[in-house]
């Protein structure tokens, strides 16, 4: 399975595309960031992500693409340009015919490092170490990026369970024990499952 992982940014939009392959393992193919300039009005700025993207999907043939769940932040103007540019990532992706995946920040640290708190250097180390590169990469958004990929490979599902998981579908849940789990990867599935539990059974307000 072909994943490209998109972490949404309108002054930088990191794209990263892996390739899952048996035994769980995931090979890099490709890492870039778009870049827009802060100057530029925000139409011509979400053109040019969406023209980088099209042409991604045309070169690479990605066969789902993971985007990061945006949430609020205290920054409006920032999460505001954030969820602009993943919208145009869910639109390239319909337009492509592909699944979509939406995988939240702590999703995907704790997928990579077993931590969903991990600050950004531990998840660009830990994505070089998975990836067997020689450097870390950089910047920080094309690791985010590959880290989105990654955590989409090592969900368990394949391209037709995108759809579910971005619906939080309970056969979406990943295994947490079995041959070629790593360290990080039982984490990572053992927190999952665990906040759904306690999901729930949550009392309501």
């Keep these: ?4 992982g998109v972490d949404p940014g309108l002054t930088r939009c990191g794209l990263g595309v892996v390739d899952s392959t048996p035994g769980r393992k995931v090979v890099l ?9 802060a100057d530029q009005s925000p139409h ?6 969406a023209e980088a993207l099209d042409e991604w999907l045309a070169e690479h043939r990605p066969d789902v693409v ?11 103007r920032s999460v505001t340009g954030t969820s602009q540019v993943a919208g145009v990532a869910m639109l390239a992706a319909a337009r492509a015919h592909l699944p979509l995946a939406l995988h ?4 995907v640290k704790a997928a990579v490092t077993g931590n969903g708190r991990a600050e950004k250097a531990q998840v660009q180390e830990m994505v070089r170490r998975i990836l067997g590169l020689t450097s870390l990469p950089r910047p920080a958004d094309a690791a985010d990026a590959l880290a989105l990929a990654i955590c989409h ?5 394949g391209a037709g369970s995108a759809v579910r998981a971005s619906y939080g579908g309970a056969d979406t849940l990943p295994r947490s024990t079995g041959l070629g789990l790593t360290a990080a990867q039982r984490a990572w599935a053992e927190a999952e499952r665990a906040a759904r539990r306690a999901g729930a059974v949550a009392p309501k307000r």
């Design 104 to 107: 939240t920040p702590s999703e």
């Design 153 to 157: 490979a090592w969900r368990g599902g």
């Design 29 to 37: 193919v490709a890492v870039d960031v778009v870049r827009t300039p």
């Design 66 to 76: 993971a985007v990061e769940r945006v949430f609020a932040q205290s920054n409006v």
């Design 44 to 49: 011509l700025r979400l053109l040019t992500v």
């Design 1 to 4: 399975m072909r994943i490209l």
